[in-house]
């Protein structure tokens, strides 16, 4: 998710209405039911420790 979230700025200025949690909502519902988390702020989510970390803890807690 760290990739596609640092790729926003390039995707959306090829395409004016990309959505990117419009395309990756499977995704990001499938990561809040893992990780027991919301999603994290938009600032934070081009950081893969971000994503990994919550899913983490969650499987070794």
Do not use: N, Q, Y
């Amino acid at each position: 998710m760290a990739s596609i979230s640092s790729a926003k700025l390039l995707d959306t200025s090829v395409v004016a209405h990309f959505d990117l949690d419009e395309l990756c909502a499977a995704e990001l519902t499938s990561w809040m039911e893992v990780s027991g988390a919301e999603l994290p702020l938009a600032a934070l989510r081009v950081f893969e420790r971000t994503w990994d970390l919550p899913v983490v803890e969650k499987s070794f807690d």
